[in-house]
C-alpha cells in the first residue's frame, strides 16, 4: 500500500518523549507550550504564535478574535474560496457572519483574482480567507494589493503549506493573522494542534485569552492589570472573570513537546515535498491540467493534484493498485450540504471543474521514486 500520508513522529520522537515523560512533568499547557510557540515563531518569521488543539480550531480563533477585538462585526461579509476544507466556512457560519464564495483559478487553484475583484466592488467583504492548496503557492503580491485597495483584512489558511515560500517569504506572513495545522500526515505533526500566527500584538493578547475561555491568566502583568483596573477586578475574583466569549482549544504540553523537535525537520522534509513534487511533474503529462510552476516560489507539496475528465478510471487504477487517492479537498464549496441547505447551491465555473475531475496523490518524504513512477503511471496510462 503506497499510503496518502505517513506519520511524521518516529522512533527518536517516542523515546525522547518517555524520557520527558520520566520526570513527571506538568502534561496540560504550560511552559513548553510556550517554548513551542516562540520556536515557530521564529521558524516562520510570525512575531507572535499561539498554539491550539487544530487547525480547524485555529480558523475558528482567528474570526473570534477578529470579532473580539471589533475589527468586524457579525453580518459583515467574509470572503470564503470555493476550494477549501470546511472548517474555513463553518466559522464563518458559526459566528453570525455572511460567506461570500469565490471561484478559483486553474493555475495554483487559490482564489481567482478577477472574481475576487468583482466580489470585492459589489459586496464589500471585511475579510478574506485566503487558502494555499496543497502547498501550492498564490499570487501573494497581487492578493495584498487587492486587499489594500480595497481595505480587506487578509487572513490565511496555511494547514496544508507549511514550508511554502513567496519570493523567499513564507506562507502564512502576509496575512492578518494565518493558521496552521500540526495534525497527524501534515509537513510536521503534533497528534493534534494547530497554530495562528500574527505580527498585532492586540490580536495576539485576544487570541491567547479566547484560547482559554476568555480569562487573563496566559496575559503580560501589565495586559492583567489594565484590564482588571478597567473592570475593577480584584486579584481573587481575576481567577474566574471572562473578557471575552472565549472558547476551550488548548493543546498540552505533551503535544508541545512533540512538536519541538518536529520543527527541527520541517525543512528537510519541506525539500522532500518539493523534490517529490518535481518528480512528479516530470512523469505526468496531462494536456487537460497541469500545475503552473511559478517563479520566485517554493512549494512544499501537501499532495499531487490531478484534473482530468477521465478521473473515474484513475482512482480506479490507482485503488486497484493499492495507491489510496482522494477527491481534491472538497471539490467546491458551494455543493457541500451543510452550506447548501442554508443558502442554496454556488455553481462557479472553474470551482465545478475540481468538483467534477479533481483528486489528489500521495506526497510525504518517505516515498520513493520507484513509488511514484508507479502512482504516475496509473495515472498516464488514462491520458
Keep these: 500500500m503506497i499510503s496518502l500520508v505517513k506519520d511524521t513522529i518516529n522512533k527518536k520522537d517516542i523515546d525522547r518523549l518517555i524520557e520527558w515523560l520520566k520526570t513527571y512533568p506538568r502534561l496540560t499547557k504550560g511552559p513548553i507550550t510556550k517554548q513551542l510557540e516562540e520556536k515557530w515563531s521564529r521558524t516562520i518569521g510570525s512575531k507572535y504564535s499561539v498554539f491550539c488543539n ?78 494555499s492548496v496543497l502547498g501550492l503557492v498564490p499570487e501573494m503580491d497581487k492578493l495584498v494589493d487587492l486587499c489594500e485597495k480595497y481595505g480587506v483584512i487578509l487572513l490565511e489558511d496555511t494547514c496544508e503549506s507549511m514550508g511554502s515560500k513567496f519570493k523567499q517569504q513564507n506562507l502564512g506572513t502576509f496575512g492578518k493573522m494565518s493558521s496552521f495545522s500540526t495534525y ?79 520543527i527541527d525537520r520541517l525543512e528537510v522534509i519541506g525539500e522532500n515535498r518539493n523534490k517529490n513534487y518535481r518528480l512528479y511533474n516530470e512523469h505526468i503529462n496531462n494536456p ?54 442554508k443558502y442554496g447551491k454556488v455553481d462557479l465555473p472553474n470551482a465545478s471543474i475540481v468538483d467534477s475531475f479533481g483528486f489528489y496523490v500521495p506526497n510525504h518524504p518517505n516515498l520513493s521514486k520507484d513509488d511514484i513512477k508507479l502512482i504516475s503511471q496509473q495515472i498516464m496510462k488514462h491520458i
Design 54 to 131: 487544530s487547525g480547524s480550531s485555529a480558523n475558528l480563533l482567528m474570526i473570534q478574535a477578529l470579532l473580539e477585538s471589533r475589527k468586524i462585526q457579525q453580518g459583515d461579509k467574509i470572503v470564503v474560496p470555493a476550494l477549501a476544507w470546511a472548517t474555513d466556512l463553518s466559522p464563518v457560519m458559526q459566528l453570525g457572519f455572511e460567506p461570500i464564495i469565490c471561484d478559483i483559478n486553474l493555475n495554483d487553484l487559490s482564489v481567482h483574482l478577477g472574481h475576487l475583484e468583482e466580489i470585492f466592488i459589489n459586496e464589500s467583504p471585511k475579510v478574506l480567507i485566503l487558502v
Design 184 to 262: 497527524f500526515g501534515h509537513h510536521i505533526s503534533t497528534i493534534e494542534g494547530g497554530f495562528v500566527c500574527t505580527d498585532d500584538p492586540e490580536l495576539y493578547d485576544i487570541l491567547i485569552s479566547i484560547r482559554s475561555h476568555g480569562w487573563d491568566r496566559d496575559l503580560a502583568p501589565k495586559k492583567q492589570e489594565t484590564l482588571r483596573k478597567e473592570w475593577d477586578i480584584s486579584e481573587f475574583n481575576s481567577l474566574y472573570t471572562f473578557y471575552y466569549s472565549g472558547l476551550n482549544v488548548r493543546s498540552t504540553d505533551l503535544q508541545a513537546y512533540i512538536g519541538l523537535s518536529q
Design 288 to 341: 487537460y491540467w497541469k500545475v503552473k510552476n511559478k517563479q520566485n516560489c517554493f512549494v512544499s507539496n501537501f499532495a499531487y493534484p490531478v484534473i482530468h475528465p477521465k478521473r473515474e478510471q484513475m482512482v480506479k487504477s490507482l485503488i486497484e493498485n493499492n495507491i489510496e487517492v482522494r477527491p481534491l479537498i472538497c471539490g467546491s464549496m458551494g455543493t457541500q450540504p451543510f452550506y447548501v441547505k
